[in-house]
C-alpha cells in the first residue's frame, strides 16, 4: 500500500511538473502570424485637372488603395477627382458631386452617373465645361486603357445634353 502511495504521489508530481513546463513554454511563444494585417494593395493613378495657367491639363500622381474589379477602381478614380488637387492645379468638378454609379460596357464605353450637383453647383461657361468634361475622361481613359477608351456622363440616372449649357455630352466622349 505504502508503495502504492509512493507511486502515485510521484506520478501526480511528474504530471504537475510536465505541465507546469507546458504551461511555460506555451506563453514564451511569440504571438501567431494570424493577428498581422494583410498587405494592403495600392494603385498610383494620375488624375487630370486644370493647369495653373487655366490653359492646359496636368495630371496629378495619387496613390490609394486597390480593391474590386476595374469598375470599383474607376470609381476611386473619379472620388480622387471629385476630391481636387493637392497640388497648386485647379479643381474641375463642383464641390459636393457623388458618383452614382459606374458602367464599363464591352466596347470600352465606361457609362459614369453623377449626382444633379455635378451641374447645380457647376461655375459654367465653356472653359470650366470642357475642363470638367476633359479631366473625367481623361482620368479615366489613362488609367484603364484596356477597358475604357471612351465615356459616357451621365446625371442623376439620365441622359443630359450638356452639363452646364455648352457643350454636347449625348454621345460618348473620347480623350483629349
Not at 458618383?99 to 447645380?120: L, N
Not at 453647383?121 to 482620368?139: F, L, Q, Y
Amino acid at each position: 500500500m505504502k508503495i502504492s502511495i509512493i507511486r502515485r504521489t510521484n506520478i501526480t508530481l511528474m504530471l504537475f511538473c510536465v505541465l507546469f513546463i507546458a504551461i511555460l513554454l506555451v506563453s514564451d511563444m511569440p504571438a501567431q502570424e494570424s493577428e498581422k494585417p494583410e498587405d494592403v494593395v495600392t494603385m498610383n493613378l494620375k488624375l487630370f485637372y486644370l493647369g495653373t495657367d487655366g490653359n492646359t491639363y496636368v495630371s496629378e500622381d495619387r496613390e490609394v488603395t486597390k480593391y474590386g474589379n476595374t469598375t470599383d477602381q474607376a470609381k476611386i478614380a473619379l472620388m480622387e477627382l471629385i476630391r481636387g488637387p493637392v497640388t497648386d492645379l485647379m479643381p474641375t468638378i463642383p464641390k459636393g458631386t457623388d458618383v452614382r454609379e459606374v458602367f464599363i460596357d464591352k466596347r470600352g464605353c465606361a457609362y459614369i452617373d453623377f449626382t444633379g450637383t455635378i451641374s447645380s453647383n457647376h461655375i459654367g461657361g465653356v472653359t470650366a465645361e470642357m475642363a470638367t468634361i476633359v479631366s473625367i475622361v481623361n482620368t479615366l481613359t489613362t488609367n484603364f486603357p484596356k477597358n475604357i477608351q471612351k465615356v459616357r456622363i451621365l446625371i442623376n440616372g439620365k441622359e443630359a445634353k450638356t452639363i452646364a449649357g455648352h457643350i454636347d455630352i449625348t454621345k460618348p466622349i473620347l480623350p483629349f
